[in-house]
């Protein structure tokens, strides 16, 4: 006979359930042990800006999504009715995109706009759940040949970005599903704690 408690949402079970009480233990464990290298991109990124640098940002799939909400919420608002912050996600444009890649290889579609658009003061944030995505290495790479700082959010995996990045944001998890979502939240923060800096009379 069937379990009809199974994916029955009165009771709390199921396949729902389990996924949202997997992401909220996550996101405690986050809380309790990623608060420091939080803060510190949200400080990187605020002296950047005030410095008259800029955001750069790389990912793929769903990675490269959320780097254009994080995008969005600088040149858009987060909390703050404030000025327009600079940022600029580089995987919007398919002409330069299809270009980089069908030219270069698809390993250099983000480095190659780095070189391109990238200055010292500036910053470039790249989104990996693996943190092994060769454009994204590639693109942290060339960031740092230019003296720029680097933020790198990525899984538990061992990731060879880790080796470019100023700080890195390493989500417990090897789920894709649990590390994006935790993603956005944190993007959130960093973008919330940013704004504060930069505006604390608005």
């Known amino acids: 006979?069937?379990?009809?408690?199974?994916?029955?949402?009165?009771?709390?079970?199921?396949?729902?359930?389990?996924?949202?009480?997997e992401l909220s233990r996550l996101a405690a464990q986050v809380a309790e042990t990623l608060e420091p290298e939080i803060q510190k991109a949200a400080e990187l990124l605020a002296e950047s800006l005030a410095d008259g640098g800029k955001l750069l940002a790389c990912g793929n799939g769903g990675s490269a999504a959320d780097v254009q909400h994080m995008v969005a919420e600088l040149v858009g608002r987060l909390c703050k009715d404030r000025p327009a912050l600079p940022a600029v996600s580089m995987t919007t444009d398919p002409s330069i995109m299809t270009a980089l890649g069908n030219d270069y290889g698809f390993d250099n579609v983000f480095a190659r706009q780095v070189e391109a658009l990238g200055k010292s003061e500036d910053i470039l944030l790249c989104l990996s759940t693996s943190g092994t995505s060769a454009n994204v290495v590639r693109a942290a790479e060339v960031a740092r040949k230019l003296g720029m700082k680097v933020i790198a959010m990525v899984g538990s995996h061992a990731a060879p970005i880790l080796a470019e990045a100023d700080v890195c944001i390493r989500i417990p998890s090897d789920s894709g599903q649990r590390i994006q979502e935790l993603h956005t939240a944190v993007i959130h923060c960093i973008c919330d704690r940013a704004e504060r800096r930069l505006f604390p009379d608005m």
């Open 1 to 21: 006979m069937a379990d009809n408690n199974a994916n029955n949402p009165s009771t709390g079970a199921g396949p729902v359930h389990d996924a949202l009480m």
